[in-house]
């Protein structure tokens, strides 16, 4: 791929492709041109006939990010140009009302999950130009209140994608941030939230323009704001650039 930034005849796999986000993002895709996708899924049952419409460029992948049999099996696709690191879960719980196996089951997928996929990937997407687009949260960057180990899931993440790029130089990377999405995982919050379909499109085009961090919606990109203009606050008050980014938010969405 090189300097080749473009989805134009590419292949990818997209985790967790079966709803939300990821099925959002395979629509993207194939809206800029991808030649196929495999379509990853704990279940592939749950696609019922949705990649029907994409006239059998979308392929169903049995793919459970935690099993390392499964994404081995996924790396025998020789074919892959862009791994989109979707797949994830959410713990919404206190801090100290956290269980360690809630704890270990959030780091198995939101970051073993990827590793699983680099380590796979990560040979044949360096020798083939490749990308590697990876999916995490503004949770990623300040503490989500109530939520605060999947914060720190996320956070590993953030680390993970960035030795990548070290690790493997060949291969475009980009870390996607979105804040508050319209999807099965944020279905309790009253907040406005941004549809799947423009934070999908807006990830791919900031990987597409080379953007290594991807803030694709207005919620994000205040809070992104906020983290630059008042980086101390990170240590003495997190929750504080999360609420005031959030109400930047509100108010331009009233």
Not at 224 to 236: A, I, K, M, Q, S
Request: aromatic share 8%; hydrophobic share 50%; proline share 4%.
């Amino acid at each position: 791929m090189g300097d080749d930034r473009t989805f134009e005849g590419k292949t990818l796999l997209v985790t967790g492709a079966n709803r939300g986000l990821g099925a959002a993002l395979v629509e993207a895709a194939f809206a800029r041109g991808a030649a196929k996708i495999y379509c990853g899924a704990r279940d592939v049952a749950g696609f019922g006939s949705a990649l029907d419409a994409f006239g059998g460029r979308a392929i169903p992948l049995s793919l459970d990010v935690t099993n390392d049999a499964h994404v081995a099996a996924a790396a025998a696709l020789a074919d892959i140009d862009i791994v989109v690191s979707n797949a994830g879960v959410t713990y919404m719980v206190p801090l100290l009302e956290t269980t360690m196996e809630g704890a270990r089951a959030t780091m198995e997928t939101n970051f073993f999950g990827p590793l699983r996929l680099v380590h796979a990937f990560g040979p044949s997407l360096d020798a083939r130009g490749g990308g590697f687009i990876s999916i995490l949260s503004l949770a990623a960057l300040v503490p989500a209140h109530g939520a605060e180990l999947y914060s720190a899931s996320k956070a590993a993440g953030v680390m993970l994608g960035h030795a990548v790029r070290g690790a493997l130089p060949n291969v475009a990377v980009s870390l996607a941030y979105p804040g508050l999405m319209d999807t099965d995982m944020m279905r309790s919050s009253d907040f406005a939230k941004t549809s799947p379909q423009e934070i999908a499109a807006n990830i791919l085009d900031g990987w597409a323009a080379g953007d290594t961090a991807v803030f694709p919606d207005l919620h994000s990109q205040y809070l992104r704001d906020e983290f630059v203009g008042r980086p101390e606050e990170v240590l003495v008050d997190p929750y504080a650039l999360m609420r005031d980014a959030l109400l930047r938010y509100l108010e331009a969405r009233a």
